[in-house]
């Protein structure tokens, strides 16, 4: 995430370096210390994948176990390399800006720290290699070594450092890029294995019985995952779980074919990762215009909040059934925050586009929930169906709907509607 730039989480840009099979996408039976995978095993994987998707075969893979101080070394150096300082910045400001993260957040260091507890397996596209932590179960080896070689026979055939990096300055392209790539892997590690016993994923009993399992439950053995922020957990295992339903009801549309076809045109937000039909029609967000910043103030960031960050945001602070009910009716937003030119103020100027009057009524009265929750302190000054303004100890901010399109503008030194009143004059 850049100044200016469109937002792009710091784990996004993990991604970039490394692909990953998190241990809680895969819910391994009892531990035993696993062994390298010979050459011919790998072989035979990279055979019944090919066999599979279409893809071509170019070369083998070397192989190593590695150690959970290796991850989070290999994982710190990724982020050094990968990801600026003033990236990593720019996307903790908005994670507390718009409430995902306390005041005290630090996301770089929470990340690696995920990371390393959750890695259980990773492919290097630097390196054309693959790597297995020594802590994995034999169970979750063979099931690790089936999801990396897929990631790295996709990018024998499509490079996946091009296709990530094509999304890398847009969060929601990122994160639907993410999707196709972690969910194509994570549905090709069930189907291969339901064809070792005889079955297959397009049998409606069978995907019933290996898909749909969440994730994100609490485990204790998982205890900077359970501790993390709502938006870090749901954000770090969506491209896995909601990408492997995705690569599902790709694989019953269009087959074979649909392994090549996500590479070739890309989903282009979450929503369509979410609604495949959006996908398939070729329905896009819409971009609302923001207004421009104030004068004494200059963009340090701007982005959009997709289905899946609405969803989240709904979730936390009003309800799951709220943000089921609203995440699909959004069509587009978009955000920037500003800072003051003296101050160093960081404000927040936020817009959003709804499907119809009755829904943007909905999240303009969710939205006032948000505010209220997310804040410690907040004093009312106007409140009625299409304006809710007031100060809290972040600064004045002003909430107006007009129809289907809201704007809220948050921790300005003055209240918003009377200085765009005056900006006017």
């Known amino acids: 995430m850049h100044r200016g730039a469109r937002s792009n989480p710091a784990n996004r840009a993990i991604a970039l370096a490394v692909v990953v099979l998190l241990t809680g996408a895969w819910q391994a039976p009892a531990p035993a210390a696993p062994g390298i995978p010979t050459a011919a095993e790998i072989d035979s994987v990279l055979q019944e994948l090919s066999a599979v998707t279409g893809f071509r075969i170019r ?34 400001v908005t994670l507390k800006k718009f409430g995902f993260a306390p005041a005290n957040f630090d996301l770089k260091q929470t990340t690696i720290d995920l990371l390393t507890e959750q890695a259980a397996a990773f492919y290097d596209f630097h390196r054309k290699k693959l790597f297995i932590s020594d802590w994995a179960t034999v169970n979750m080896r ?66 019933r019985e290996l898909m749909g399992n969440e994730s994100d439950s609490a485990d204790s053995s998982y205890p900077v995952f359970n501790n993390a922020p709502l938006y870090l957990r749901r954000t770090l295992l969506f491209p896995y779980d909601d990408g492997e339903k995705f690569q599902q009801a790709l694989f019953l549309h269009d087959g074979k074919v649909a392994f090549a076809r996500v590479f070739r045109q890309a989903p282009v937000s979450t929503s369509q990762i979410m609604h495949p039909d959006r996908y398939f029609n070729g329905d896009t967000p819409t971009d609302p215009e ?33 943000a089921e009910a609203l995440g699909p009716k959004l069509k587009g937003s978009d955000y920037r925050i500003d800072e003051g030119r003296a101050d160093h103020r960081m404000t927040l100027v936020y817009v959003s586009d709804w499907s119809d009057e009755d829904s943007a009524t909905q999240y303009f009265n969710a939205y006032e929930k948000v505010l209220r929750a997310k804040w410690k302190e907040i004093e009312v000054t106007s409140e009625d169906a299409a304006r809710f303004t007031g100060k809290s100890e972040d600064g004045y901010f002003a909430v107006v709907r007009d129809g289907a399109h809201i704007l809220s503008q948050e921790g300005f030194n003055a209240p918003p509607l009377q200085i765009a009143a005056a900006a006017s004059r």
């Open 142 to 207: 063979d099931a690790a070594l089936i999801h990396e070689l897929a990631h790295a026979l996709a990018d024998q055939n499509f490079p996946i450092q091009k296709y990530l990096s094509k999304g890398a300055n847009d969060s929601e392209m990122s994160m639907a890029r993410e999707a196709v790539v972690e969910g194509q892997a994570s549905w090709l590690m069930l189907e291969v294995t339901a064809r070792r016993g005889g079955r297959t994923l397009a049998d409606p009993q069978t995907a």
């Open 59 to 92: 070369r083998q893979l070397p192989f190593e176990l590695i150690t959970r101080d290796q991850v989070n070394k290999y994982l710190k150096e990724q982020i050094k390399e990968s990801v600026k300082p003033d990236e990593i910045r720019a996307e903790e």
């Open 290 to 322: 923001l207004p421009k910043p104030l004068k004494h103030m200059k963009p340090f960031v701007t982005g959009s909040l997709g289905e899946l960050e609405t969803r989240i945001l709904l979730e936390q602070y009003v309800s799951a059934g709220t």
